[in-house]
């Protein structure tokens, strides 16, 4: 089960991934993140603190959506990566290619 909640600031919005990404749940935070980016937000944090696993459909949202939002100058940060989904991004080699930060407030001072 997966579970998605919301919070909309002035300049960003941060959206928190709570349950398992995979398979049968990618096509949620996908279609969410779609209209958050459809409606011309350019700062989208994505905090994995409550995210228990993720499979490789997951890892292909949030690499759909980094491209996105570099094409349209925003920025897509991720934080909160508990150690056994941070392993997961590293052995993907997305450590490298995402900005991940250990908090949420971390992330909101690079925006």
């Known amino acids: 089960m997966l579970q ?3 919070y909309k600031a ?3 919005i941060t959206i928190e991934v ?6 049968s749940t990618y096509s949620q935070l996908e279609e969410k993140l779609n209209e958050i980016i459809n ?3 350019l700062n989208v944090i994505v905090c994995l603190q409550n995210m228990e696993y993720v499979s490789s459909s997951g890892l292909r949202v949030f690499l759909m959506m980094l491209k996105k939002m570099k094409a349209l100058n925003g920025k ?9 989904v941070k ?4 052995i993907a ?4 290619i995402f900005q991940i930060f250990e ?3 971390e992330a909101l001072n690079h925006l």
Not at 87 to 90: D, K, N, Q, R, T
């Open 4 to 6: 998605l909640n919301e």
């Open 10 to 12: 002035e300049n960003h």
């Open 18 to 23: 709570e349950g398992r990404l995979d398979t």
């Open 39 to 41: 409606a011309g937000t």
């Open 76 to 84: 897509f940060f991720l934080c909160g990566l508990r150690p056994n």
């Open 87 to 90: 392993e997961i991004f590293e």
């Open 93 to 96: 080699g997305f450590s490298t």
């Open 103 to 105: 908090s949420r407030e």
